[in-house]
Protein backbone atom coordinates (compact mmCIF):
# COMPACT_ATOMS: atom_id res chain seq x y z
CA UNK A 1 0.00 0.00 0.00
CA UNK A 2 1.44 3.29 -1.06
CA UNK A 3 0.46 6.93 0.24
CA UNK A 4 -2.32 6.97 2.50
CA UNK A 5 -5.07 10.22 1.22
CA UNK A 6 -6.28 11.58 4.44
CA UNK A 7 -9.36 13.77 4.75
CA UNK A 8 -10.37 15.90 7.73
CA UNK A 9 -14.11 16.90 8.82
CA UNK A 10 -13.96 19.26 11.64
CA UNK A 11 -11.53 22.54 12.02
CA UNK A 12 -11.58 23.13 15.49
CA UNK A 13 -9.04 22.90 18.19
CA UNK A 14 -8.39 18.62 17.29
CA UNK A 15 -9.14 19.49 13.92
CA UNK A 16 -6.48 21.93 13.42
CA UNK A 17 -4.07 19.02 15.82
CA UNK A 18 -4.53 16.38 13.41
CA UNK A 19 -4.31 18.36 9.69
CA UNK A 20 -0.40 19.47 11.90
CA UNK A 21 0.31 15.80 12.56
CA UNK A 22 -1.20 14.50 8.78
CA UNK A 23 1.36 17.46 6.89
CA UNK A 24 4.33 15.78 9.93
CA UNK A 25 3.73 11.69 9.63
CA UNK A 26 5.32 10.16 6.87
CA UNK A 27 3.37 7.79 4.72
CA UNK A 28 0.29 9.99 4.57
CA UNK A 29 -1.06 12.99 2.55
CA UNK A 30 -3.59 15.15 3.97
CA UNK A 31 -5.76 16.34 0.85
CA UNK A 32 -8.59 18.04 1.87
CA UNK A 33 -10.47 19.72 4.92
CA UNK A 34 -13.92 20.51 5.64
CA UNK A 35 -16.03 22.10 8.23
CA UNK A 36 -19.76 22.44 8.86
CA UNK A 37 -19.67 26.21 8.13
CA UNK A 38 -18.30 25.92 4.14
CA UNK A 39 -20.64 22.64 3.89
CA UNK A 40 -17.72 20.86 1.77
CA UNK A 41 -18.00 17.76 3.63
CA UNK A 42 -20.21 15.72 0.55
CA UNK A 43 -17.14 16.17 -1.34
CA UNK A 44 -14.51 15.09 1.29
CA UNK A 45 -16.14 11.75 1.62
CA UNK A 46 -17.00 11.22 -2.24
CA UNK A 47 -13.52 11.79 -3.29
CA UNK A 48 -11.79 8.30 -4.56
CA UNK A 49 -8.49 9.72 -3.75
CA UNK A 50 -9.32 9.66 -0.05
CA UNK A 51 -8.78 6.49 1.53
CA UNK A 52 -9.10 7.68 5.31
CA UNK A 53 -11.35 10.09 7.27
CA UNK A 54 -10.61 11.79 10.46
CA UNK A 55 -13.73 12.91 12.16
CA UNK A 56 -13.04 15.83 14.31
CA UNK A 57 -16.56 17.87 14.04
CA UNK A 58 -19.25 18.15 17.16
CA UNK A 59 -20.29 15.21 18.76
CA UNK A 60 -23.79 15.38 17.36
CA UNK A 61 -22.75 15.12 13.65
CA UNK A 62 -20.49 12.16 14.13
CA UNK A 63 -22.89 9.32 13.34
CA UNK A 64 -23.99 10.64 10.34
CA UNK A 65 -20.37 11.44 9.36
CA UNK A 66 -19.27 8.16 10.35
CA UNK A 67 -22.15 6.43 8.39
CA UNK A 68 -21.26 8.11 4.91
CA UNK A 69 -17.78 7.50 5.72
CA UNK A 70 -18.27 4.23 5.29
CA UNK A 71 -20.43 3.75 2.89
CA UNK A 72 -17.89 5.52 0.73
CA UNK A 73 -15.31 3.08 1.57
CA UNK A 74 -13.46 5.08 3.70
CA UNK A 75 -11.35 4.42 6.84
CA UNK A 76 -12.92 6.01 9.86
CA UNK A 77 -10.96 7.61 12.77
CA UNK A 78 -13.93 9.71 15.02
CA UNK A 79 -12.97 11.62 18.03
CA UNK A 80 -14.38 11.29 21.19
CA UNK A 81 -17.41 10.61 21.62
CA UNK A 82 -17.75 7.86 18.98
CA UNK A 83 -21.61 9.31 18.85
CA UNK A 84 -23.97 9.89 21.69
CA UNK A 85 -26.02 6.83 22.21
CA UNK A 86 -25.71 3.27 22.31
CA UNK A 87 -28.12 2.53 19.83
CA UNK A 88 -26.24 4.82 17.08
CA UNK A 89 -22.85 2.85 18.25
CA UNK A 90 -24.67 -0.65 17.57
CA UNK A 91 -25.61 0.40 13.98
CA UNK A 92 -22.55 1.90 13.75
CA UNK A 93 -20.85 -1.86 14.40
CA UNK A 94 -23.10 -3.37 11.98
CA UNK A 95 -22.07 -0.89 9.36
CA UNK A 96 -18.32 -1.37 9.77
CA UNK A 97 -18.83 -5.44 9.19
CA UNK A 98 -19.98 -4.63 5.97
CA UNK A 99 -17.75 -2.20 5.09
CA UNK A 100 -14.69 -4.12 6.16
CA UNK A 101 -12.87 -1.11 6.87
CA UNK A 102 -11.14 0.10 9.11
CA UNK A 103 -12.15 2.12 12.55
CA UNK A 104 -10.99 3.95 15.35
CA UNK A 105 -12.11 5.86 18.31
CA UNK A 106 -9.73 8.78 19.28
CA UNK A 107 -9.65 7.74 23.07
CA UNK A 108 -6.43 9.64 23.31
CA UNK A 109 -5.46 8.59 26.55
CA UNK A 110 -5.08 4.62 25.79
CA UNK A 111 -2.01 6.16 23.53
CA UNK A 112 -0.79 8.12 26.15
CA UNK A 113 2.76 6.76 27.33
CA UNK A 114 2.17 7.86 31.00
CA UNK A 115 -1.31 6.07 31.12
CA UNK A 116 0.35 2.79 29.33
CA UNK A 117 3.03 3.04 32.02
CA UNK A 118 0.09 3.16 34.70
CA UNK A 119 -1.25 0.06 33.28
CA UNK A 120 2.00 -1.70 33.58
CA UNK A 121 2.30 -0.91 36.86
CA UNK A 122 -1.05 -2.61 37.37
CA UNK A 123 -0.26 -5.75 35.50
CA UNK A 124 3.08 -6.37 37.23
CA UNK A 125 1.31 -6.57 40.76
CA UNK A 126 3.08 -3.67 42.35
CA UNK A 127 -0.62 -2.23 43.69
CA UNK A 128 -2.09 -4.48 44.43
CA UNK A 129 -5.90 -5.35 44.36
CA UNK A 130 -8.77 -3.54 43.98
CA UNK A 131 -8.92 0.07 42.52
CA UNK A 132 -10.60 2.76 43.77
CA UNK A 133 -10.62 5.88 41.43
CA UNK A 134 -10.88 9.87 41.81
CA UNK A 135 -10.91 11.77 38.78
CA UNK A 136 -10.98 15.64 38.16
CA UNK A 137 -11.50 16.95 34.84
CA UNK A 138 -12.07 20.84 35.44
CA UNK A 139 -11.49 23.45 32.05
CA UNK A 140 -12.40 27.13 31.13
CA UNK A 141 -14.53 25.90 28.24
CA UNK A 142 -15.44 26.18 25.31
CA UNK A 143 -19.24 25.22 26.58
CA UNK A 144 -20.70 23.11 24.34
CA UNK A 145 -23.96 23.54 22.36
CA UNK A 146 -24.66 19.46 21.54
CA UNK A 147 -23.36 17.51 24.26
CA UNK A 148 -22.37 18.53 27.93
CA UNK A 149 -19.59 18.69 29.60
CA UNK A 150 -20.25 14.99 31.06
CA UNK A 151 -20.26 13.49 26.91
CA UNK A 152 -17.44 15.67 26.41
CA UNK A 153 -14.69 14.84 28.98
CA UNK A 154 -16.13 11.17 30.65
CA UNK A 155 -15.40 9.63 27.59
CA UNK A 156 -11.62 9.76 28.77
CA UNK A 157 -12.22 8.47 32.14
CA UNK A 158 -14.58 5.99 30.94
CA UNK A 159 -11.76 4.88 28.24
CA UNK A 160 -9.38 4.67 30.30
CA UNK A 161 -10.84 2.57 32.82
CA UNK A 162 -11.63 -0.11 30.29
CA UNK A 163 -7.66 0.09 29.66
CA UNK A 164 -6.35 -0.32 32.50
CA UNK A 165 -9.15 -3.02 34.55
CA UNK A 166 -10.69 -4.70 31.24
CA UNK A 167 -14.13 -4.77 29.80
CA UNK A 168 -16.75 -4.29 33.02
CA UNK A 169 -20.39 -2.26 32.24
CA UNK A 170 -21.87 -0.68 35.07
CA UNK A 171 -23.71 -1.23 37.51
CA UNK A 172 -24.43 1.57 39.65
CA UNK A 173 -24.31 5.33 39.30
CA UNK A 174 -25.37 7.89 40.69
CA UNK A 175 -24.72 11.81 40.34
CA UNK A 176 -25.45 14.96 39.66
CA UNK A 177 -25.39 17.29 36.67
CA UNK A 178 -25.79 21.31 36.99
CA UNK A 179 -26.22 24.37 34.33
CA UNK A 180 -23.85 26.18 35.93
CA UNK A 181 -23.16 29.16 33.78
CA UNK A 182 -26.38 29.14 32.19
CA UNK A 183 -24.81 27.03 29.04
CA UNK A 184 -28.03 25.12 27.49
CA UNK A 185 -26.53 21.94 28.88
CA UNK A 186 -24.16 20.58 31.47
CA UNK A 187 -21.05 22.05 32.62
CA UNK A 188 -20.66 20.24 35.92
CA UNK A 189 -21.14 16.76 37.06
CA UNK A 190 -20.62 14.99 39.89
CA UNK A 191 -21.06 11.53 40.06
CA UNK A 192 -20.37 7.58 41.84
CA UNK A 193 -19.78 5.17 39.56
CA UNK A 194 -19.33 0.79 40.20
CA UNK A 195 -18.00 -1.34 37.69
CA UNK A 196 -18.94 -5.08 37.74
CA UNK A 197 -15.41 -5.95 38.23
CA UNK A 198 -15.68 -4.19 41.36
CA UNK A 199 -13.60 -0.91 40.07
CA UNK A 200 -14.95 2.08 41.82
CA UNK A 201 -15.00 5.91 40.40
CA UNK A 202 -15.58 9.09 41.69
CA UNK A 203 -15.85 11.73 38.63
CA UNK A 204 -15.84 15.73 38.87
CA UNK A 205 -16.15 17.00 35.17
CA UNK A 206 -16.42 21.51 35.11
CA UNK A 207 -16.60 22.83 31.83
CA UNK A 208 -16.67 26.15 33.59
CA UNK A 209 -13.67 26.23 35.76
CA UNK A 210 -11.25 28.60 35.54
CA UNK A 211 -8.25 26.90 35.10
CA UNK A 212 -7.31 23.57 33.66
CA UNK A 213 -6.97 20.09 35.76
CA UNK A 214 -6.99 16.53 34.96
CA UNK A 215 -6.06 14.37 37.75
CA UNK A 216 -6.62 10.79 37.98
CA UNK A 217 -6.10 9.32 41.35
CA UNK A 218 -5.99 5.29 42.03
CA UNK A 219 -5.88 3.45 45.76
CA UNK A 220 -5.21 -0.21 46.30
CA UNK A 221 -4.16 -2.40 48.53
CA UNK A 222 -0.33 -1.88 48.70
CA UNK A 223 -0.21 1.69 46.81
CA UNK A 224 -1.45 4.77 45.53
CA UNK A 225 -0.82 5.68 41.99
CA UNK A 226 -1.95 9.91 40.66
CA UNK A 227 -1.57 10.76 36.94
CA UNK A 228 -1.81 14.80 36.72
CA UNK A 229 -1.62 16.01 33.51
CA UNK A 230 -0.81 19.21 34.30
CA UNK A 231 1.94 18.73 36.38
CA UNK A 232 5.61 18.44 35.20
CA UNK A 233 5.73 14.93 37.08
CA UNK A 234 2.75 13.90 35.36
CA UNK A 235 3.14 10.11 36.60
CA UNK A 236 3.60 9.52 40.58
CA UNK A 237 3.42 6.37 42.78
CA UNK A 238 3.43 5.98 46.88
CA UNK A 239 4.01 2.57 47.06
CA UNK A 240 4.52 2.52 51.13
CA UNK A 241 8.09 3.73 51.02
CA UNK A 242 9.14 7.56 49.32
CA UNK A 243 6.83 8.71 46.47
CA UNK A 244 8.34 7.31 43.08
CA UNK A 245 8.27 9.37 40.03
CA UNK A 246 7.92 7.63 36.65
CA UNK A 247 10.21 9.05 34.46
CA UNK A 248 9.19 8.68 30.84
CA UNK A 249 9.92 9.75 27.19
CA UNK A 250 6.81 10.77 26.67
CA UNK A 251 4.98 11.01 22.66
CA UNK A 252 2.81 13.06 22.13
CA UNK A 253 -0.90 10.80 22.27
CA UNK A 254 -2.34 12.35 19.04
CA UNK A 255 0.82 10.89 16.90
CA UNK A 256 1.22 7.61 18.33
CA UNK A 257 -3.11 7.43 17.91
CA UNK A 258 -2.48 8.22 14.20
CA UNK A 259 0.42 6.23 13.70
CA UNK A 260 -1.47 3.19 15.71
CA UNK A 261 -4.40 4.37 12.76
CA UNK A 262 -2.14 4.24 9.77
CA UNK A 263 -0.60 0.89 10.47
CA UNK A 264 -3.91 -0.86 11.20
CA UNK A 265 -4.98 0.21 7.53
CA UNK A 266 -1.85 -0.91 6.21
CA UNK A 267 -1.43 -4.15 8.14
CA UNK A 268 -5.56 -4.55 8.05
CA UNK A 269 -5.51 -5.35 12.32
CA UNK A 270 -7.94 -4.33 14.31
CA UNK A 271 -6.93 -1.36 16.67
CA UNK A 272 -7.21 -0.85 20.38
CA UNK A 273 -9.82 1.21 20.11
CA UNK A 274 -11.89 -0.48 18.29
CA UNK A 275 -16.16 -0.63 17.40
CA UNK A 276 -16.08 -2.89 20.28
CA UNK A 277 -14.10 -0.90 22.99
CA UNK A 278 -15.93 2.15 21.55
CA UNK A 279 -19.56 0.46 22.19
CA UNK A 280 -18.23 -0.35 25.45
CA UNK A 281 -17.50 3.14 26.25
CA UNK A 282 -20.44 4.12 24.94
CA UNK A 283 -22.80 2.18 26.73
CA UNK A 284 -21.18 2.95 29.79
CA UNK A 285 -21.61 6.22 29.62
CA UNK A 286 -25.42 6.31 28.08
CA UNK A 287 -25.88 4.07 31.82
CA UNK A 288 -23.97 6.37 34.23
CA UNK A 289 -25.96 9.56 32.07
CA UNK A 290 -29.29 7.88 33.04
CA UNK A 291 -28.87 8.33 36.51
CA UNK A 292 -27.86 12.37 36.62
CA UNK A 293 -29.96 14.35 38.31
Given at each position: MGTLGFGVIGTGRFGQHYTRLLREIQGVFLLATASQHENNSEALL???????VVIASPAATHFEYIKK???????????????????????????????GKIFMVAHQYLYNDYIRALKARIESGDLGEGANINA????????????????DAAPHEMAIID????PSRVIYAQGIARKVSGAPVDDYVSVDVQFENKVFA????????????HRIVLTASKGTAIYDDMADDKLKF??????VIEKISAREPLRSELEHFTSCVRNNTLPLTDIDHGLRVIKNLEMVYEHLN
Open positions: ENPDIDCALKNGKHVLVEKPMVTSAAEAEEIKILIAKSEHLYPGPIRQDVGVFWYLFGSLLYNSASLQKTNLGKEP
